[in-house]
């Protein structure tokens, strides 16, 4: 299986995408919550360090898949320590 998943012509991690599908359908309401999140952001964190498109995949996923206001605070807060921005609604930067 390849290791990207290509959507709209931007690779994504394709570990990442699976496991925040597999993160919801483990929700009762269906949700990637802060401690989902938190999981991801540990998973992303191979090597000791976010690579770019790991950092998209997770934008992506809070963007477009349900997650709570606390699991989009936390990546905020995480994007901006590590890369000094915050995510934005345009995933293709």
Not at 63 to 88: D, R
């Amino acid at each position: 299986m390849p290791y990207y998943k290509q959507i709209n012509n931007v690779r994504y991690d394709r570990k990442l995408l699976s496991k925040a599908l597999k993160l919801m359908s483990e929700d009762r309401n269906l949700q990637i919550t802060e401690e989902g999140i938190k999981q991801l952001w540990e998973e992303a964190q191979d090597g000791g360090r976010v690579t770019d498109c790991e950092r998209k995949t997770l934008e992506y996923i809070v963007i477009n898949y349900e997650t709570t206001a606390e699991a989009k605070q936390f990546l905020n807060y995480k994007l901006f320590l590590l890369f000094g921005t915050f995510f934005s609604n345009n995933v293709n930067n």
